[in-house]
Structures are given as structure tokens and as C-alpha cells.
């Protein structure tokens, strides 16, 4: 799943998502006070403009550049809240300590020796900040098909929990029913969440 198919999945139509932002995402992140979040694989851009319009500056990642023009274009009423950019966080870092909020929503993190990739993300949850990591529930899959991505080649919430170590306290690690019905033609009806603080 690289540039190029992600680029062509939201070529292929006009609007691949809703526009409205993810339900645990809008439930974990209301009443927080709002300051520097990163959307992890922004996609076109409902949570970063949710986050922008409750008075978040938003830096939104994604690798499809088509993706991104949808979200700006999107943007108009917080055109200053938010900063786009294309980049790939599997390979590039975001900066250190540099966000209050770290949101990755159904972002297929691929394992990495070391956990490179998956480091560079907790390292940019500041002190005090929060790291929400969300994924579909695995046993709500179809069984894999050959040829296709594999869900088990990517982290999941539990297994980044595992990683965490004493400079975070874990809020929630667990299978929720979603808020929403999955997109048409999937079967996803829970959602595996991990919310946690950055201490130190």
C-alpha cells in the first residue's frame, strides 16, 4: 500500500469517505484542551477539520497528494488551522515532542525491526499529550485473501500498549461496538482503542 495505491483508491471516485469525522476520535478527544494535534494518514481531512473547528491547530500527514487537495479544499473556514503536508511517517519522523494530540485512525502502520516507524510516532507526543491509536477489530475481517495486505503485518492498539513504557500511563486499551456503521460493503462493527498519556 504505497503512494501509488493510495493515490489511485481515492482517484478512482469522486469522495472515498463520509466527511464526518471518526466516532472515537470525536468521543476520546472532546474535553480535551485544544493545542498541537497530528492526523496520522489525514486521508481527506474530516478529523483534521473536526479538530481545526473545536480549536485545534492541525498538522495533517498523508502520502495521496489527492487526498490532500480534497481536505483543503474542504478547509475554507479554517484555512489558517490547518497545515497540510504530504509524507510518508514510515519512513520520515514527525518532529519530537511536538504535539498535544497524536491521532492515527485506521492508519496501517506496518511492523518495522525495532519499531522504527512506531517509535517516531510516540517520540512526537509531547509531555502531557495524548497518543490515540484506533484500528478495526481484526475478528471483524474476512479470512485473508492471498494477494492482498495482510491486517497482521500492521501494529494493532493492544500491541502498541505492549510497547508503552513507564513515561505513559494507558487511559484505555480495549474492543468498543463503533458509533457508526462501517463504510458499505464492510463488516467492521467494532473498533480496538488505545488512548494514552505521554508523562514525561
Known sequence: MDTQFWDEMYRSRDQV?????????????????????????????????????HGWQVTAVDVSRTA????????????????????????TPPPAAAFDLVSAQYFPLPRRPGHTALRGLLDAVAPGGTLLFVSHDLTDLPPHREGSPDPADYYQPAEVAGLLDGDWTVLADETRPRTVPGPPGTHHTHDTVLRARRLR
Open 17 to 53: 469517505f463520509s466527511g464526518r469525522p471518526n466516532g472515537v476520535l470525536v468521543t476520546e478527544v472532546t474535553g480535551l484542551p485544544p493545542g498541537q494535534a497530528l492526523d496520522v494518514g489525514c486521508g481527506e481531512g474530516a478529523d483534521a477539520l473536526w479538530l481545526a473547528r
Open 68 to 91: 490532500l487537495e480534497r481536505g483543503a479544499a474542504a478547509a475554507a473556514d479554517v484555512a489558517d488551522r490547518v497545515a497540510w503536508s504530504r509524507a510518508d511517517l514510515t519512513v
